[in-house]
């Protein structure tokens, strides 16, 4: 080969690398986005948006029962490695809301994708309690779905998780 051949080569054969360069950092970027745990989709979120004005009838709903929910979790993991999560449940006068049925979906806002369900049984008037996988410290979100008879009220919650992992 000449060297005015080898010459015409090398800007076809710079622009190639650059565009295989490009290809190679493009496919890095996609495999690091995928696989970072604390990255997280909500699940069935344009069904959830279609479904924005029956949201919004349960929210106005909960708000007209005018129950109030606090929570409080363990500091420290128990021997089997789970922490205590207690829902307290009021209603407007402040008084326990009893014989509910209670089930939450909690995840730490750092792993999103690190969901629980559980329904929490009654222990105490009002409290609604559980021993849960809840290792991550942070802050936690608690979406709650209590119902009794005909009442169904839901609500989300921020709740620091402290203590110990």
Do not use: C
């Not at 010459?7 to 190639?16: E, G, H, K, V, Y």
């Not at 344009?46 to 924005?52: D, G, I, S, V």
């Not at 789970?82 to 939450?104: E, F, N, Q, S, W």
């Not at 942070?138 to 402290?162: C, I, N, P, Q, Y």
């Amino acid at each position: 080969m000449t060297a005015k051949a080898k010459r015409s080569l090398r800007w076809p054969a710079a622009i190639a690398g650059m565009l295989l360069l490009h290809v190679v950092g493009m496919i890095v970027v996609v495999l690091i986005a995928t696989r970072d745990p604390s990255f997280a989709v909500e699940p069935n979120h344009y069904q959830k948006a279609l479904a924005w004005d029956a949201f919004e009838a349960r929210a106005r709903a909960s708000a007209a029962l005018g129950w109030k929910l606090t929570a409080r979790t363990d500091a420290a993991l128990d021997g089997a490695g789970t922490r205590g999560v207690d829902l307290a449940i009021t209603d407007r006068d402040g008084k326990p809301v009893t014989g509910a049925r209670v089930a939450i979906l909690a995840f730490p806002h750092a792993r999103g994708e690190d969901r629980l369900r559980v329904d929490l049984p009654e222990g105490a008037p009002g409290h609604y309690a559980a021993h849960e996988r809840m290792v991550r410290t942070g802050v936690w979100e608690l979406r709650v779905v209590a119902k009794r008879g005909d009442d169904s009220f839901t609500a989300t919650l921020l709740h620091t998780v402290e203590g110990t992992p």
